[in-house]
């Protein structure tokens, strides 16, 4: 434990990123928490002493860069970066609006490698670490979460070409890929179902308005079922501690066995398996 050093989490208001800076504000850590609004913000600090929230949309280049600026005039040396911040969209892809496909990776890929891009000078000083929340739907895509599975294999791709990249650097990379997961981004993207199907043209529910009240009743199971953002936030505390971290850390379910398996199906077995979801 580097109990001098500081890390950065980004999507800290809620679910993963909340305990996450909570965890390792208990591991003593200096943390950044970044956040949208005044409420949060308090909440943060209440939360712990060693809480430092900071106004972050990862979207905003200048908010990052005033970040970063906080951060190296902290007094704590930057140690970690955990990449959380993350929207779900969802819909089917043959009628999702291109601008909300666009804004999936504006928050969770651009957003992830733009904090990333400005923390790096002073990562390089600590020989830090960084961390990427990915998802199980990084590596087996479901339908009709398109966009975002897509986000999440694109930001497991950066962080392979990332760790390749970094290693002569001395800073690690590392990738949490959580399964199912109780945490509120579901239930913003729930929220957020009568907006989407309102922006779609009559064909588009005509096609798919089935399908879509299926994968409001499938994620509202999976969230029941699903891992408490604890369990993630303690993953990220033993990739960050560990003196050997790994590249990847699977958890939840399905477990890190079962997605290999998965991913060497044929492909009409991995479909018909991950259909059943849908059945009822």
């Not at 929230?53 to 600026?69: G, H, M, R, Y």
């Not at 911040?85 to 990776?105: C, N, S, W």
Request: charged fraction near 20%; glycine fraction near 8%; hydrophobic fraction near 45%.
């Amino acid at each position: 434990m580097r109990s001098e050093t500081a890390v950065l989490v980004t999507g800290a208001s809620t679910g993963i990123g909340y305990a996450t800076a909570v965890a390792l504000a208990k591991n003593g850590y200096v943390v950044y928490a970044g956040c949208r609004t005044a409420q949060d913000d308090r909440r943060l600090r209440d939360a712990h002493e060693k809480i430092r929230p900071l106004l972050l949309d990862v979207t905003q280049q200048q908010q990052i860069s005033a970040a970063a600026e906080a951060i190296a005039e902290g007094g704590a040396p930057l140690y970690a970066v955990t990449n959380n911040a993350g929207i779900a969209v969802a819909g089917p892809l043959e009628y999702i609006p291109l601008d909300d496909f666009r804004r999936q990776f504006e928050v969770n890929v651009l957003g992830a490698l733009a904090v990333t891009q400005a923390m790096l000078p002073l990562l390089r000083r600590t020989s830090g670490r960084i961390v990427f929340v990915s998802s199980v739907s990084g590596q087996i895509a479901p339908p009709y979460i398109g966009p975002y599975a897509a986000s999440k294999f694109a930001l497991e791709a950066m962080a392979d070409s990332l760790r390749m990249e970094l290693s002569s650097f001395g800073i690690a990379v590392s990738v949490i890929q959580p399964g199912n997961v109780k945490t509120p981004i579901w239930a913003k993207g729930r929220a957020e179902k009568d907006a989407l199907v309102a922006r779609l043209p009559a064909k588009a529910v005509e096609h798919y308005g089935e399908a879509i009240e299926k994968l409001v009743r499938v994620t509202e199971r999976e969230e029941r079922t699903g891992i408490s953002p604890e369990i993630v936030a303690e993953t990220v505390v033993r990739a960050l501690n560990s003196a050997r971290p790994r590249a990847r850390y699977p958890i939840g379910t399905p477990s890190g066995w079962m997605r290999k398996f998965a991913s060497l199906l044929p492909e009409s077995h991995r479909d018909r398996l991950i259909m059943k979801n849908f059945e009822n």
